[in-house]
């Protein structure tokens, strides 16, 4: 079997509400575009990604995977993902990971359909169920906070996750007023998005382990291990860094053997796709740490997602972002959360889960070949 064709076809994603998450990261249009990367073979066999995300469109990246990775992969056997990897992941200067992402989860689709399995059973399937948690966006008032969190709590899911207003005085009332109304016995989490310098970091993390919290995500800036070392120190709750900061396998070296963080963390658009998030899972097991995986960006790389938590021990949780409507679309059906409030493991090959190819059509811009 050989590939024959890469292609992106980028198609208009409309009414995207407006959102904010952090002082940087916001979905600031309500229109952006997505891309249906496909990968064809002489056999007929095809796999599908989607490529893009509410606040950075796939036009951007399109251009990256015809011009430097579609000749990596022309005329090679599409089975060949770890040799594959390995040739677009040292094109690092030229190529972000998340176009790597989308070229490596097409691969793995394909490859579910040629062995007539979900992904997760190819990799080794560990469970069939993950518990979920939702993530807020930043909301302009405590009241806010409370009533989303009482509402995810209802909808029987296991977790809220606050990204607060980055004022550590107003996020420790924050956290303070959500334990009150959600009781001692839910799980909560609180990621600062880099929000913090030390000393305030420090008494933001010892107010919510007061209160229970399962753990503190991103307080300091992204790169900073020196203070993140600091911090883990002096602090009971667990801290999680490593979300952005590491874009390959070999980025989180200095993070583990530095002891900056106590927890991992990822998702298969940041870190390059399934192999990649693959690797640092048993890279984390192997120093008897967590990988707690974030969000995927797409609707298809949250499925992807889902697969590695089916596949792995060291994780605990799905994360779903809020609201559904900025981050999902293009799915003909998209992940589905029970009553109980989990997800459950993929049964179709590949992916399992199929791109909405009427509504690429409708909403066609143009194929980038």
């Known amino acids: 079997?050989?590939?024959?064709?890469?292609?992106?076809?980028?198609?208009?994603?409309?009414?995207?509400?407006?959102?904010?998450?952090?002082?940087?990261?916001?979905?600031?249009?309500?229109?952006?575009?997505?891309?249906?990367?496909?990968?064809?073979?002489d056999e007929g066999i095809e796999g599908h990604s989607l490529l893009g995300l509410c606040v950075h469109p796939?036009?951007?990246?399109?251009?990256?995977?015809?011009?430097?990775?579609?000749?990596?992969?022309?005329?090679?056997?599409?089975?060949?993902?770890?040799?594959?990897?390995?040739?677009?992941?040292?094109?690092?200067?030229?190529?972000?990971?998340?176009?790597?992402?989308?070229?490596?989860?097409?691969?793995?689709?394909?490859?579910?359909?040629?062995?007539g399995l979900p992904i997760h059973a190819m990799m080794g399937t560990y469970r069939q169920k993950i518990p979920v948690y939702a993530s807020s966006e930043q909301h302009d008032s405590i009241d806010g906070y409370v009533e989303q969190a009482l509402a995810v709590k209802e909808r029987g899911l296991h977790g809220y996750k606050l990204h607060p207003p980055q004022n550590w005085r107003d996020d420790i009332a924050a956290c303070e007023a959500v334990r009150k109304a959600v009781g001692d016995d839910f799980t909560l989490m609180l990621d600062s998005r880099s929000a913090y310098d030390l000393g305030e970091a420090v008494k933001v993390g010892r107010a919510i382990h007061e209160m229970g919290f399962m753990w503190y995500e991103d307080p300091l800036p992204i790169t900073d291990i020196y203070n993140y070392t600091k911090l883990t120190e002096k602090m009971d709750i667990p801290v999680m860094a490593t979300e952005f900061p590491c874009g390959w396998l070999d980025d989180y070296a200095p993070w583990i053997m530095n002891k900056a963080t106590d927890i991992l963390r990822g998702d298969v658009l940041i870190k390059g796709g399934l192999t990649s998030m693959l690797k640092i899972a048993h890279l984390a097991e192997a120093f008897a740490m967590n990988l707690e995986i974030h969000?995927?960006?797409?609707?298809?790389?949250?499925?992807?997602?889902?697969?590695?938590?089916?596949?792995?021990?060291?994780?605990?949780?799905?994360?779903?972002?809020?609201?559904?409507?900025?981050?999902?679309?293009g799915l003909v059906e998209e992940i589905q959360i029970d009553s109980e409030g989990f997800a459950h493991a993929p049964t179709k090959p590949g992916l399992g889960y199929e791109i909405d190819l009427e509504l690429v059509e409708k909403q066609k811009l143009t194929v980038v070949s």
């Open 58 to 115: 796939a036009s951007l990246e399109a251009p990256f995977i015809t011009r430097f990775l579609k000749p990596i992969l022309m005329g090679e056997n599409p089975l060949d993902r770890a040799r594959l990897f390995e040739r677009m992941s040292i094109m690092r200067a030229q190529v972000s990971t998340f176009a790597v992402c989308a070229i490596d989860v097409a691969l793995w689709d394909l490859a579910g359909k040629v062995s």
């Open 1 to 41: 079997m050989k590939i024959t064709n890469v292609t992106v076809t980028l198609f208009k994603w409309e009414d995207i509400p407006l959102k904010s998450y952090d002082h940087a990261v916001n979905a600031v249009s309500t229109t952006s575009d997505l891309g249906l990367v496909k990968i064809e073979t």
């Open 295 to 329: 969000h995927g960006g797409n609707s298809v790389n949250d499925v992807a997602n889902l697969h590695i938590q089916m596949a792995i021990p060291n994780t605990t949780f799905m994360e779903v972002l809020l609201p559904h409507e900025t981050w999902w679309h």
